[in-house]
Every structure is written in C-alpha cells, then in structure tokens.
C-alpha cells in the first residue's frame, strides 16, 4: 500500500529493528500478508489500519501492478519469496496523528516522489517503485 499525499509526496515507513527481513529499512506506506478467505484489497486496507492506524477504504484503493521478488537475505539463510499486489491511495496524512505498531514500524516520513531513491537505506522494490512513478506522473497529465 503507497499513501500518497495530493503534491506527490509518498508515506515511508521504517521497518522496526526486530522484523525478520530488511530491519531498519525504509519501506512502503504498509504492508504484509494476505490472510485465509481474505483478498489483497482487503489485506491492504487491514495492514494500513495495524501498521500506521490510517483508516482507509476499499474504493479508494488503486490497483497499479502485481510484482514477484525474490531476495536472499542473512547470508542465505533467509529466502524472501514475495508477491507484490501494489496499491495506491491518495491521502493527504498528518504524521503526528498516525498510530505506529511497534514491532512492525518505528517511524515514517514523507518523501517527495522524485526523491524517493535516494533514502537510505531502502528496501530494494526497483520494479514497484518503476510503477509507482510511473502511474503517478501518468495521472498528474
């Protein structure tokens, strides 16, 4: 899930030290699994909710993309197999009013769009962010 704010800025989440993959990272808005019975659309609007308390709904999601990544973490011994199903809501967000979970996130901050690679670190989602932008200066035309 991206939560973009109306002047292009994107919400940025840092993965808490404790998270088994890309600790201290930064990340997307939010993130996670899709649980039984539950759609990836519905997995979104939870996990935005559980990660950084932003109530979101179902019909203002955008549905930009799917990617696959695969990374091997931990000197081998952790192989991440994910499969992206990449959101976007455009939401102006006060930080100071978001509810961070704390054995997920320990902050966030907003990032201009253009600036996006240059945070560090950041956790490598080359493709999605492709999308990301490339969607957003689509529909700013």
Known sequence: ???????LRVLLQHRAAVKENWPGYWDVSAAGHVSAGESAAEAAVRETFEEIGLRVEEGELVHI???????????????????????IVRRDVDLAALTLQAEEVDDVM??????LER??????????YRLVRQYLTSSIR
């Open 1 to 7: 899930m991206w939560v973009v704010a109306h002047d």
């Open 119 to 128: 945070v560090t670190p950041l956790v490598p989602h080359e493709e999605e």
């Open 65 to 87: 993309g799917t990617v696959r990544e695969q990374h091997v973490l931990r000197e081998g011994t952790y192989l991440d197999n994910e499969v992206h199903e990449i959101y």
């Open 110 to 115: 907003l990032v201009p769009l253009a600036e």
